[in-house]
């Protein structure tokens, strides 16, 4: 029992989990004194007898909890999701528009974006964020692009922003929200690592606050439910509420676990009564981690002296992203070291960076242990600062054949350095900046090849592509 056994190891090392699911490892239920299945899990694990609603067609206590979370989340609808936030993108986008139509998304929005511009045959496209070359991060976006693109694309149906980023940054989505609207068009947010924010005041503004339409929160990422468990909200008399629901029947199981919807109803429930509380404990612990890392040659944590640049109008005080660009150590030794010496997970790292998502599930003492590690990893580096990439990011290829058509073509695997000129047929993703270089049914040019092959001699990540280290690639065979 392979997966059984890794659960139990990793659970057994006790590492302080700086990483999704929010309730860490249930530590959350034991700060709110409260019991949340952990002794019966497989005796409620049900279908839908008589008695327990249908996620499809509620009317009970399905029906009930939703109603619950659009109040406490400020939504009209809010639709549980056990699919993932990936469910939630896919329905929303796919219900706004149809087949050819146009969508405008960021470039480096996640995966499931541009999961949705291929099964809903959609056309994207795309506008730049704004990178932090210093940090080699892609951060905000200017509602100035938004606007261009709109000017420029009057027949696109939404625009579709990340918010926050990966790494805590938000971008003005008040202002995108009302460049979008006078253009009678929807505003949807992928909002995966934001649903906290309606809780406490001090974070940034929610994305229904702002303005959006539809937005798709993985409350199992930053607050206190069960990984997989997610919800759609709506507040919005744009939106095709019918249409939307004939797309969250589409693209969810007919088998919903009700385990996953109750820990969102218990998320709620939690937040509701606690959640102000438990977010100011954390807010003020990771402003004074923030303060203490930054006191470490070397470190930089991403806190509110970027606020103003890089297309950054607010950032999530809770999100520790901490740079080492300076301290000679790379992200990923860094991640690497913390998790073998100190006994810590981080939620990522790349070249430069680590991330912790933290949440109110964590302990001050979390914290302390993080900062503490930090300290003595950063006395340990070089001091001689890595040369940043020459470029964070590579402006979008040409589309030769919708990144839908791309997929269903033929393909073939060849080296890549015999590739320019050819449409690709996959996703070809460097991280850092984790914006797609490559999407089905771009060209390669001659510029992305080398672009490419820097980010690899640099040590960068190749995420997407189905050879990491690129030295082949899958084409669209010629005659297509
Ligand atoms: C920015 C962003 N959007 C969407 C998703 C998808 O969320 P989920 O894993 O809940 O499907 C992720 C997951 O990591 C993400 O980081």
């Known amino acids: ?104 998304i960021p470039r480096n929005c996640h995966r499931s974006v541009y999961g949705a511009v291929i099964l809903g045959r959609l056309v994207p496209v795309y506008i730049e964020p704004e990178t932090d070359n210093e940090l080699g991060i892609a951060m905000g976006v200017e509602p100035g692009t938004v606007e261009s693109a709109l000017d420029e694309h009057r027949d696109a149906k939404a625009v579709v922003i990340t918010y926050p980023t990966y790494y805590g940054a ?42 959006a339409d539809m937005t798709s929160q993985s409350i199992h990422k930053t607050l206190p439910s069960m990984t997989q468990s997610s919800i759609l909200h709506v507040k919005s008399e744009r939106v095709d509420i019918e249409r939307l629901k004939v797309f969250l029947q589409l693209i969810q199981t007919t088998s919903p676990s009700h385990i996953l919807l109750a820990s969102l109803d218990a998320a709620r429930a939690i937040m509701q009564e606690k959640g102000r509380e438990l977010l100011d404990d954390i807010i003020d612990w990771s402003n004074w981690a923030r303060n203490e890392i930054n006191k470490i040659p070397g470190l930089y944590c991403l806190g509110p002296d970027r606020i103003g640049k890089y297309g950054i109008s607010d950032l999530d005080p809770t999100r520790i992203t901490v740079n080492l660009g300076a301290s000679g150590i790379s992200g990923t030794k860094a991640e690497a070291i913390l998790r073998k010496d100190f006994n810590i997970q981080m939620e990522m790292s790349d070249l430069y960076n680590i991330v912790a998502i933290t949440s109110v599930g964590d302990s001050r003492d979390n914290y302390e242990r993080l900062v503490r590690a930090l300290k003595s990893i950063g006395n340990s580096g070089t001091g001689k600062a890595k040369a940043p990439t020459s470029r964070a990011f590579l402006k979008s290829t040409e589309l030769s054949i919708m990144p839908w058509e791309a997929v269903y073509c033929e393909k073939e695997q060849i080296k890549t350095e015999e590739s320019i000129g050819r449409i690709c047929g996959e996703m070809i993703i460097p991280y850092p900046p984790g914006i797609p270089s490559l999407m089905p049914g771009e060209v390669i040019t001659q510029e992305v090849y080398e672009y490419l092959r820097l980010c690899v001699e640099q040590g960068i990540k190749i995420s997407g592509a189905s050879d990491n280290k690129l030295e082949k690639v899958w084409v669209i065979k010629t005659g297509h």
């Open 1 to 104: 029992m392979p997966i059984l056994k890794s659960l139990v190891e990793y659970k057994e090392e006790g590492a302080v989990p700086f990483h999704m699911p929010g309730h860490k490892r249930g530590d959350v239920y034991k700060k709110v004194d409260f019991n949340f299945i952990c002794n019966d899990l497989l005796a409620l694990d049900t279908t839908e007898v008589p008695g327990i609603d249908n996620l499809h067609c509620p009317e009970g206590a399905v029906s009930e909890a939703q109603r619950l979370a659009a109040g406490a989340f400020g939504a009209d609808y809010s639709f549980f999701l056990i699919n993932g936030t990936t469910s939630g993108i896919y329905s929303m986008i796919m219900a706004s528009a149809n087949p050819g139509n146009k969508i405008i």
């Open 170 to 211: 938000c971008s003005d989505l008040k202002k995108i929200a009302e460049i979008v609207h006078s253009r009678g068009m929807l505003l949807l947010v992928d909002e995966a690592h934001g649903s906290h924010f309606a809780f406490n005041k001090r974070l940034p503004m929610s994305a229904l606050e702002a303005g």
